[in-house]
């Protein structure tokens, strides 16, 4: 074999293919059915990524999928003023203010105004609601703040996300939990605020609310009506009634000249609010990278967060339910429960939501929730700073005091493991640097992680543990190039995308841009001759099993993928 090496340029290559497959035959096919076995475990084990914050749920079908696409382009689509927009509204579209993701949270604020005598609210005298629209269809249509209001409050959008599975959840798994008059004596009682829903008959049974600040509304389609006719002046069937600006409908009969209801079917004879429901309804819950297991939620359920922040539900066994949604687990950190919070209340009433009461908001998602509380005060800086400051704001004397008194008191090393908890609540697997793109940064910190071994749900390698087994390994490596957002490529042909072979060794990238080595110019090309011929595999065939000069991928050993390179390439170089 030595003697190939001082072989000429038109070394009889012939002569060397029976030698080849006599040889490597057997080599290879091992390797061949090992790598399309590593391949597929991830499919075999079943394992698929959590979607990402503001996709749709998995498991729907084609026809929910096409009602959920055509309501999220409903829901960013201004509503025209010549098709019932205002006169008074705070928005002309969903999606202005539900935008982190869309259909989530958002960083708009709205105002809420009335009147205060000896701690009791009540509306403005001749408003018919508390809520403030900032905005108008003319100078004339528009509303005012009265300057001697005595309540003025402020809240940031709100959302729960996920809306068909959190609006499955029984009735009387809500109230399970509460404890209106803390008969355990914990210091956090818990109520359900029973509503009707907009759609529901006279008659009809109360639900639990859930949805908004005061929880005040209980159904998806009810949240859709009462947030077109409020935010946008869109009437619909269940709020049929425009709201005059500043209870004046003197000016509303001047300003509003499109006949109520405004939302009118489609041609199928589907309308907006049922077009924006569909949307909102099928809407994913955010991951939690990693799912369990991290030492900051023990803390957290140490110093009694959990106890407004309850982890789990399932949802509804009802057959009339969509698969995707009925019997699901949800990990929502939130009981729908109004609780007494203190010093940061609103100071405003709602049906029997008191002034001093809000709900208990959602947790999924947290790490790209800013600004944060339901008065948006915890603003800018870090996710750690955020979390830390929207902690402490739950004393003094409202009901979660006691758990922020419990964190101030924790160590700094427990502060961070708690923080980092609540910073996965919405990050997606693979994320390290958590942008919520999974890019060619992520792909070197999980190279990092595969090098590393064995990890735990509090290692930072733990957000590329999909399978959480303790190791991230090629299950993962598969899973990563599923969530990658950039190409996906095979340069070398080999039927692997190159960050694969990369991450898990059978490529080096010593440049560290993504590319195999070997899909270089030329890379085969071991004697610098600008040709890939007899010589170079003679190099390869002259080291096999071993190292040096035909080691073409450099991954420290000759092998069938440098076999593989080398005839892929043959030919003159570029």
């Known amino acids: 074999m030595t003697n190939l090496r001082s072989s000429s340029p038109d070394f009889a290559l012939s002569r060397l293919v029976p030698l080849l497959l006599s040889l490597l035959l057997p080599l290879l096919l091992p390797l061949l059915l090992s790598l399309l076995l590593v391949g597929n475990h991830a499919l075999a084990d079943g394992l698929e990524l959590q979607p990402r914050m503001g996709a749709r749920l998995s498991g729907l079908t084609v026809s929910e999928v096409e009602r959920f696409l055509t309501g999220k382009a409903l829901y960013s689509m201004p509503i025209p003023i010549e098709s019932g927009l205002g006169p008074i509204m705070n928005k002309s579209n969903c999606g202005s203010c539900h935008s982190n993701p869309l259909g989530g949270w958002g960083p708009i604020t709205v105002t809420r105004f009335g009147m205060e005598k000896k ?28 300057p001697d209001a005595t309540v ?29 008059f803390d008969a355990d004596g914990d210091g956090v009682s818990g109520r359900v605020h029973w509503v009707t829903p907009l759609e529901a008959p006279t008659g009809s049974p109360l639900r639990a609310g859930r949805f908004g600040w005061k929880a005040q509304i209980a ?104 698969d995707a949604i009925r019997s699901k687990v949800i990990r929502p950190y939130c009981d729908f429960l109004l609780h007494d919070v203190g010093l940061i209340a609103d100071g405003v009433s709602h049906g029997n939501a008191s002034e001093a009461e809000m709900r208990t908001p959602t947790l999924w998602g947290l790490r790209r929730r800013d600004p944060m509380l339901h008065n948006a005060s915890v603003a800018g800086g870090s996710f750690t700073a955020r979390a830390t400051a929207a902690i402490a704001a739950h004393g003094p004397f409202g009901e979660g005091s006691a758990s922020a008194l419990a964190f101030a008191n924790l160590s700094a090393v427990e502060k ?43 290692d930072d390698c733990a957000i590329a543990d999909v399978d959480q087994n303790g190791t991230v390994d090629a299950t993962d490596v598969d899973l990563f190039v599923t969530a990658f957002d950039g190409d996906i490529l095979d340069c070398n042909d080999n039927g692997f995308a190159d960050l694969r072979d990369i991450a898990l060794g059978s490529s080096q990238d010593a440049n560290n841009d993504g590319v195999p080595d070997e899909c270089l110019p030329c890379a085969a090309d071991t004697n610098a001759d600008d040709q890939v011929n007899g010589i170079d595999l003679a190099f ?25 390179i080398v005839l892929a390439g043959w030919g003159a170089c570029p």
């Open 540 to 564: 390869v065939l002259a080291d096999w099993g071993g190292s040096g000069g035909g080691d073409v991928n450099h991954n420290g050993v000759v092998d069938g993928v440098d076999l593989a």
């Open 119 to 146: 701690g009791v609210f009540s509306l403005y005298p001749g408003e018919t609601q508390s809520l403030a629209q900032s905005l108008a269809n003319s100078i004339f249509c528009a509303e005012i703040v009265p």
């Open 416 to 458: 961070v493991k708690l923080v980092k908890f609540l910073d996965s609540l919405g990050r997606a697997e693979f994320d390290f640097d958590g942008d919520n793109i999974v890019d060619i940064l992520d792909f070197f910190a999980l190279q990092t992680c595969v090098a590393q071994g064995f990890t735990n749900p509090n």
């Open 219 to 322: 159904t998806v389609i009810s949240f859709s009506s009462d947030a077109a006719r409020n935010e946008m002046g869109f009437t619909n069937r269940f709020t049929p009634e425009e709201n005059p600006p500043n209870g004046d409908d003197a000016r509303m009969a001047i300003c509003d000249d499109v006949a109520d209801p405004e939302d009118v079917v489609d041609t199928n004879g589907i309308g907006f609010i049922d077009r924006v429901t569909d949307f909102q309804r099928f809407l994913a819950p955010p991951p939690q990278t990693p799912k369990s297991g991290m030492d900051g939620e023990a803390l957290f359920d140490q110093i009694g967060c959990s106890k407004c922040h309850i982890a789990q539900f399932t949802t509804s066994t009802d057959p009339s339910l969509e």
């Open 152 to 180: 003025v409050a402020v809240r940031v959008t709100n959302s729960s996300l996920a809306f068909g599975l959190v609006e499955a959840i029984p009735d009387a798994q809500v109230s399970a939990n509460a404890d209106e």
